[in-house]
């Protein structure tokens, strides 16, 4: 997109109609992005705790004040009492920095992104079926062709209007469009199958051909075929691995790998990971860092409000109790109020970088406003950061970084060339499988005539306290905050006898929780939705969920239940 200006604010976007990605089309978020340049929450000064608040200071002397606490806990507990937590809301080049003032400025391993609790099972699970290389695992323009596509949970389609014009497209062509979603009784139109079952649950279903025939199954073996999901919404990585493997398998010719898009609300998700935000061996990732028994004292946070990704109240009072919290950002949120140190960073459309989006694709993004107040980027302030503790780290325009980058990171070599500066950005190089990728342990299917099916959806980004949402007056409409409660289909409320709003004690092998329910004709009959970011209601019913063998991370699995009125 361009960014509309006029006397130095940004008054609206314009698609781009030549990229082959968007052709001229964004979601409603695309449409309203200019909204949070124009924010009156936005960080403008570096900020220093000044006992029960926080207050105004220069440059020189935050990122002193920052040296000192790192240096004195290394010196008091060593560099693994520090931990560095990237993310998908930084440009590549910033994550490059990133990751290398973790491992060779500080010398700790605790290296982690904001994703661990919902995208890393899927990138996991890409990164061991084809190694270190994910590379261009998908292409959004060659959907359209595809003889079938699969799409787990609708948000899929619905909310990336490139890949959901795509679907479409590919439907009025022919194609077999096959949704399998178990939080919707009703699939659109275009939809030839749906598979109404949990996405977790989905591989037991493909393998024991659960509403979907033998033809449409041979599609999904046909070259081009499509796999399209969320990647936040698949858990565990076992899923995700036997999702792809079926797919893989069922191939008609060796050769064709299926067309697999895994999407993300963030803007960066791939760059990130690429870039090496995540633990190498023998790192902790965020969940151990901020586990009660953690040895981590210290904290550098960049980009990321860690109050509404953090799946468990335990993890957001450590912290709170951390000797050192740096956080690095562009709006005002409880992780900046919680922080010793406050750095504000310039938004997108203020600085130079490159994006790696969903299919592999990088792209160039270039300021159309300045920097906002004292903002300044990370490729000038993490160079600082790093001679205040006695090291050195490359710095100076975003394309001697990409230089840097090609010449490190394996499939970024073209990072640094001419094609990445076009209009429509270089694309990776395609994958290759792993030598022997592993066969992961299928969940099976849940049923029981006499119990509910619970899906906890992973919205642990809570739309209400995003900020590209909150600063937007039609995004808060068309995003509204949800209320605690529970949803339950409607002829079942009926038939139970609750009243609207009329609290139920939904009780499982885990624990059991009292709450509101919500009535709602769009859950499927025996169903119960609750959104994951109601922290203190899931932990309730769900306990402490269960732990990904793959991502040493807490997820919240589907699960059977009773109902009854409290």
């Not at 220069?58 to 004195?72: F, H, M, Q, V």
């Not at 323009?141 to 787990?152: E, T």
């Amino acid at each position: 997109m361009f960014v509309r200006t006029q006397d130095g604010e940004a008054r609206g976007v314009l698609p781009i109609t030549a990229h082959p990605v968007s052709q001229g089309r964004l979601c409603h978020r695309g449409w309203n992005r200019f909204q949070n340049l124009r924010s009156v929450n936005r960080l403008v000064k570096p900020l220093v705790r000044d006992g029960e608040g926080m207050k105004e200071t220069g440059w020189n002397e935050a990122l002193k004040l920052s040296g000192e606490k790192i240096k004195d806990l290394i010196g008091k507990h060593g560099p693994e009492s520090i931990g560095v937590i990237g993310s998908p809301w930084l440009s590549n080049e910033d994550n490059y920095l990133v990751s290398l003032l973790a491992r060779q400025v500080i010398g700790t391993k605790n290296l982690d992104g904001s994703y661990r609790f919902g995208a890393a099972a899927t990138l996991s699970a890409l990164n061991q079926l084809y190694g270190e290389g994910i590379g261009a695992a998908g292409s959004i323009p060659a959907l359209k062709d595809s003889p079938a596509v699969l799409v787990a949970g609708r948000d899929a389609h619905r909310d990336f209007s490139p890949v959901g014009s795509r679907i479409v497209q590919a439907f009025k062509q022919g194609a077999q469009i096959i949704l399998a979603d178990a939080s919707t009784g009703k699939a659109d139109h275009f939809y030839k199958t749906f598979i109404p079952v949990p996405a977790d649950r989905l591989p037991a279903a493909l393998a024991a051909k659960r509403d979907i025939s033998s033809e449409v199954l041979d599609l999904l073996g046909k070259p081009g075929a499509g796999l399209v999901f969320v990647a936040d919404q698949l858990n565990p990585s076992a899923s995700v691995l036997a999702l792809i493997n079926y797919l893989i398998a069922h191939r008609a010719s060796a050769k064709d790998l299926p067309n697999i898009l895994a999407l993300s609300r963030s803007p960066n998700l791939r760059g990130a990971w690429d870039l090496g935000i995540r633990p190498p061996a023998g790192g902790l990732n965020l969940e151990e860092m901020l586990a009660p028994e953690s040895k981590v004292k210290g904290l550098l946070v960049f980009a990321e409000d860690l109050s509404v990704h953090l799946p468990k109240a335990a993890l957001l009072e450590k912290l709170k109790k951390l000797d050192f919290v740096l956080w690095a950002g562009r709006f005002k949120n409880d992780t900046a109020q919680g922080a010793h140190v406050v750095l504000p960073l310039p938004l997108f459309a203020e600085s130079e970088g490159t994006l790696t989006n969903c299919e592999g694709r990088v792209q160039v993004s270039r300021p159309a406003l300045s920097p906002r107040g004292e903002c300044r980027g990370l490729s000038e302030v993490l160079p600082e950061l790093a001679q205040a503790l006695g090291k050195s780290l490359p710095g100076g325009p975003a394309a001697a970084i990409r230089k840097e980058i090609g010449k490190a990171v394996p499939g970024y070599e073209k990072i640094a060339g001419p094609e990445v500066e076009s209009e429509a950005g270089a694309l990776l190089a395609p994958p290759r499988l792993a030598s022997a990728p592993s066969k992961p342990a299928v969940l099976p299917a849940l049923e029981s005539p006499d119990k509910f099916l619970l899906l906890i959806p992973n919205t642990l980004y809570a739309w209400e306290k995003n900020r590209m949402i909150a600063e937007s007056p039609v995004l808060c409409i068309e995003y509204q905050a949800e209320r605690p409660a529970v949803k339950m289909n409607l002829q079942d409320a009926k038939d139970l006898k609750f009243r609207p709003g009329e609290k139920a004690k939904i009780r499982s092998e885990r624990g059991e929780l009292q709450v509101a329910l919500q009535a709602d004709e769009g859950v499927p009959r025996r169903t119960l939705v609750l959104s994951s970011h109601f922290l203190n209601l899931v932990e309730g019913v769900a306990g402490k969920g269960e732990i990904d063998p793959l991502t040493r991370s807490v997820y919240f699995p589907s699960m059977l239940v009773t109902v009854e009125k409290a």
